[in-house]
Each structure stands twice: as structure tokens, then as C-alpha cells.
């Protein structure tokens, strides 16, 4: 399972769910139940979520509180999925998103 060098979380007096695996850009990351996805990706150490659409600038969490969309990216196959406002389910499947992301179709 991929980790960051460091975990980045803070560990004293935190009580956390149930130690989980989520995949990332093809990568085990580990993540805890109760946190949001940017919480999990960010205490990995990654930053960037998508990029833009005309100038493919990157982007990551911004507000937190899911006001800015920055922190969007491809969750299940549904892309535009704040990470802010989505808590990690064992399994779930995340990637960066490139501009304005991918439906898939039936
Ligand atoms: S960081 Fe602003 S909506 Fe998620």
C-alpha cells in the first residue's frame, strides 16, 4: 500500500475508522473511514487534483468546505466529484482529472 515517506496526519489523541485502501491514479493509498478524500490525499502528500481546461494549469484543495471546486477530480468513474465533500469507501477509485473530465458511456 502506498504511503507518502511520511504520513502527514496527525497521530496523538486522534481516534480514526477503520484503516482502508483506496486506489489512486492506478496507486494503493491508504486512508481511514471518516475522512474526506482530500483529507486522505492530502495526508499522503498529494497536491494536485485536476488541471484546467485552457491553460492546464494545475490545480488542488483550496476552501475545504466545498465553495471553489478545485479540489474536483474523477471519483468511480464520475468526474467533477468534490473530494472536499466526499468521504473514502474502501475500493473507491480516484483520478486526476485532465480539464473537464470524462463521462463514460453505456
Ligand atoms: S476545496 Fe473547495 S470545493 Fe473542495
Known amino acids: 500500500m502506498k504511503t507518502s ?4 496526519r496527525i497521530n496523538k489523541g486522534v481516534i480514526r475508522g477503520k484503516e482502508i485502501e483506496i486506489i489512486v491514479d492506478g496507486e494503493s493509498v491508504k486512508a481511514f473511514e471518516g475522512e474526506s478524500v482530500a483529507a486522505a490525499l492530502f495526508a499522503n502528500g498529494q497536491r494536485i487534483s485536476r488541471s484546467t481546461t485552457k491553460e492546464n494549469s494545475l490545480r488542488g484543495m ?4 466545498g465553495m471553489c471546486f478545485e479540489c474536483v477530480m474523477t471519483i468511480d468513474n464520475i468526474p467533477n466529484t468534490r473530494t472536499c465533500q466526499t468521504f473514502v469507501r474502501e475500493g473507491m477509485f480516484i ?6 473530465g470524462k463521462w463514460k458511456t453505456v
Open 95 to 100: 483520478e486526476t482529472q485532465q480539464a473537464e
Open 5 to 8: 515517506e511520511k504520513d502527514l
Open 62 to 65: 483550496y476552501c475545504g468546505i
